[in-house]
């Protein structure tokens, strides 16, 4: 598609504002919350808040001590769910996670014992410690959002989010997620270390009394919060640069990035599809708007995109991260241009979403 193509938004923004409304107030209430306990990391906080909102699940990847326990506690505090965390180690069987059926001798019956999965917000940590048997055990919790037992499906309750996070750099005692496993999250965020003033921070605020964030939201104005994300208003040319996105990584010589056919195995699914347009939804909900825009897809590409491709044994040769390569296809795609209606003038300028 050319890059002249114009995205028409409304002309209530076309001097710029932010239609901001009660749903965008209640969910920047929420995340301004949570940062009063967690200093920094506002990229994984507003991305978990994304994947809530988006109904999708989300891993977190970085070393120790960097807060990403603490963050989903206090998203699940501050937006009033129930809260389960399940520490993954190699000893851990699937029943551990869904639950299991126990006989009791003396009713000569069995019962149902529901695991820990039965939460609004489940943190799986470390999940990459636990054998591939305990990771696909989440499959169907995780797809599906529900749990068999003994020819019994229980749902889970709604909203439901399972936060995983994996540690990148150890090597012993770990099982890496297969492809099948990671698509299953919405997005992967990579957290880094805290700057110099954050560590400052951070040393302030939690070496004498920590700080506690307080409830925002519950479960029932969460589950409203996302009906809101879906009626976010998405445009024709923004669901064909999505597509055009996700197609590149598939069939790169027809988008202009043929040098990417050698480094590549798998592209992205069609899950990275359906996706992006789900989490920009979400996003554009944050920022005040009722429409998603190019950037809205570009800000969250890397994070939908890059734990779906498969590298060829040539870029792991090579050293090549998919990272790279979603920015390669950013690059190269061209995003529409988006038309602000000017209602005062009766004209219309054109403003480059770059």
Not at 84 to 96: C, E, G, I, N, W
Not at 184 to 211: D, G, N, Q, Y
Request: aromatic share 4%; glycine share 6%.
């Amino acid at each position: 598609m050319p890059e002249t193509d114009p995205v028409p938004a409304s002309g209530a923004a076309a001097a710029g504002a932010e239609a901001t409304g009660e749903p965008t107030r209640l969910l920047r209430a929420a995340l301004q919350e949570v940062s009063t306990v967690i200093v920094g990391q506002d990229q994984m906080v507003e991305r978990t808040m994304v994947a809530l909102i988006a109904r999708g699940h989300c891993l977190l990847e970085g070393v120790p001590g960097i807060a990403k326990t603490l963050a989903v506690s206090t998203l699940a505090k501050v937006t009033g769910g129930s809260f389960a965390r399940v520490q993954f180690t190699p000893d851990l069987v699937p029943s551990d996670i869904v639950g299991t059926r126990i006989y009791h001798p003396s009713t000569e019956q069995f019962d149902v014992e529901l695991g820990p999965v039965f939460a609004n917000f489940v943190l799986a940590d470390e999940i990459n410690r636990a054998p591939a048997k305990v990771q696909s055990s989440l499959l169907e919790v995780m797809a599906e959002k529900q749990v068999s037992l003994g020819g019994t499906t229980y749902p889970l309750p709604d909203p439901f989010v399972v936060i995983a996070t994996q540690n990148p750099v150890e090597s012993e005692g770990v099982y890496p997620l297969p492809e099948a496993q990671r698509d299953r999250f919405l997005m992967k965020v990579v957290v880094p270390h805290p700057r110099a003033h954050e560590e400052m921070e951070i040393l302030r605020r939690m070496s004498a009394t920590p700080p506690e964030a307080h409830q925002i939201l519950d479960p029932v104005t969460l589950r409203e919060l996302q009906q809101d994300a879906e009626r976010v208003q998405v445009h024709q040319l923004i669901a064909d640069y999505v597509v055009r996105l996700v197609m590149a990584t598939r069939e790169p010589e027809n988008y202009g990035v043929p040098e990417l056919r050698r480094v590549l195995e798998v592209g992205a699914s069609p899950r990275a599809t359906l996706g992006l347009v789900a989490a920009a939804r979400a996003l554009a909900l944050i920022r005040g708007r009722t429409y998603v825009l190019p950037e809205d897809v570009r800000v969250l590409a890397r994070d939908i995109m890059a734990h779906r491709l498969v590298l060829s044994f040539d870029a792991l040769a090579d050293g090549v991260t998919t990272t790279q390569i979603v920015d390669r296809v950013l690059a190269a795609v061209p995003p529409p241009r988006v038309i602000w209606d000017d209602p005062s003038s009766g004209e219309q300028s054109a403003m480059a979403a770059r």
